[in-house]
């Protein structure tokens, strides 16, 4: 079955979408998830992760929280209320490509053949750095970013392990790993200098946000002394230096496509 076009309106039946809710703040739903969960006749929420002042958006829709329902329950719910024509809305936290548990959602709807359209969301990673007035690539420092997580209940690949990540000298940003702390500590030190820059952004864009600014050698203390063992993200690096080299695109003698670079001022010659 091909992709229902999520554009306009929810599906009319046979369908669910999954919508990207956003990391905690209402107004960072975006306007398409916004306007389908405003629509849905039925919204499957994660209620252990999204705000749920999001569900007062559609108060006449059948609300049903996912938390302690397993994944064939879940599937099931979906499948009939879909099968009967409702517009089914699965609404995760985040961005649903992050970590968001879809694949497997997506591989039980298809074979039943209900349709499946993805609205993406603003991740908890956008909020942490948007919390932090930061770039998280900084020219000259690193020009990529690691998402990626501890091994923990759920086991990461050992090609994947945080040490072997940590040699690139990128900016990482690490996901459900503060109740590892210590652990994520240890890899970190493999590579990163112990005064590297960390900081622990607790609930991003949430009310009660808090951002905890550490070191690589000082994550483990400054978890624990905030209390900090879940819904938090690591990110560390040296582009989190609040100083730094400036980026090219604005410099006077760069040139793209929309501007012709200056020639560098002689101070001998005077200002041209």
Same mark, same amino acid.
């Given at each position: 079955?091909?992709?229902?076009?999520?554009?306009?309106?929810?599906?009319?039946?046979?369908?669910?979408?999954?919508?990207?809710?956003?990391?905690?703040?209402?107004?960072?739903?975006?306007?398409?998830?916004?306007?389908?969960?405003?629509?849905?006749?039925?919204?499957?929420?994660?209620?252990?992760?999204?705000?749920?002042?999001?569900?007062?958006?559609?108060?006449?829709?059948?609300?049903?929280?996912?938390?302690?329902?397993?994944?064939?329950?879940?599937?099931?719910?979906?499948?009939?209320?879909?099968?009967?024509?409702?517009?089914?809305?699965?609404?995760?936290?985040?961005?649903?490509?992050?970590?968001?548990?879809?694949?497997?959602?997506?591989?039980?709807?298809?074979?039943?053949?209900?349709?499946?359209?993805?609205?993406?969301?603003?991740?908890?990673?956008?909020?942490?750095?948007?919390?932090?007035?930061?770039?998280?690539?900084?020219?000259?420092?690193?020009?990529?970013?690691?998402?990626?997580?501890?091994?923990?209940?759920?086991?990461?690949?050992?090609? &994947?392990? /945080? $040490?072997?990540?940590?040699?690139?000298?990128?900016?990482? +940003?690490?996901?459900? #790993?503060? =109740?590892?702390? %210590?652990?994520?500590?240890?890899?970190?030190?493999?590579?990163?200098?112990?005064?590297?820059?960390?900081?622990?952004?607790?609930?991003?864009?949430?009310?009660?946000?808090?951002?905890?600014?550490?070191?690589?050698?000082?994550?483990?203390?400054?978890?624990?002394?905030?209390?900090?063992?879940?819904?938090?993200?690591?990110?560390?690096? &040296?582009? /989190? $230096?609040?100083?730094?080299?400036?980026?090219?695109?604005? +410099?006077?003698?760069? #040139?793209? =496509?929309?501007? %012709?670079?200056?020639?560098?001022?002689?101070?001998?010659?005077?200002?041209?």
């Amino acid at each position: 079955m091909e992709q229902p076009d999520c554009g306009g309106s929810v599906p009319a039946g046979g369908s669910v979408c999954f919508v990207g809710a956003g990391p905690g703040d209402l107004e960072l739903i975006t306007v398409k998830g916004l306007r389908l969960l405003e629509q849905a006749d039925v919204i499957v929420y994660a209620g252990s992760l999204i705000n749920a002042d999001l569900l007062q958006f559609n108060p006449d829709a059948e609300l049903i929280d996912s938390a302690p329902l397993c994944l064939d329950d879940i599937i099931s719910l979906m499948v009939n209320r879909a099968r009967a024509g409702r517009k089914v809305v699965r609404l995760h936290s985040g961005d649903p490509a992050f970590y968001g548990a879809i694949k497997e959602q997506i591989v039980r709807l298809r074979p039943a053949g209900i349709g499946i359209c993805v609205v993406p969301g603003v991740s908890s990673l956008n909020a942490a750095a948007a919390a932090l007035a930061s770039e998280l690539t900084v020219p000259g420092v690193t020009q990529t970013v690691i998402v990626t997580r501890a091994a923990g209940r759920t086991p990461v690949p050992e090609r &994947e392990d /945080l $040490a072997a990540l940590a040699a690139h000298g990128a900016t990482m +940003a690490i996901f459900l #790993s503060t =109740g590892l702390a %210590a652990q994520v500590q240890e890899k970190l030190m493999a590579h990163y200098r112990p005064e590297t820059p960390v900081v622990v952004v607790h609930r991003a864009s949430w009310p009660d946000q808090r951002v905890i600014r550490t070191t690589v050698s000082g994550l483990t203390g400054s978890i624990k002394n905030a209390g900090i063992d879940r819904t938090a993200i690591i990110l560390v690096g &040296e582009a /989190l $230096a609040q100083e730094g080299d400036e980026s090219l695109l604005y +410099a006077r003698g760069f #040139s793209h =496509g929309y501007r %012709a670079g200056e020639a560098p001022v002689n101070p001998e010659q005077g200002e041209r």
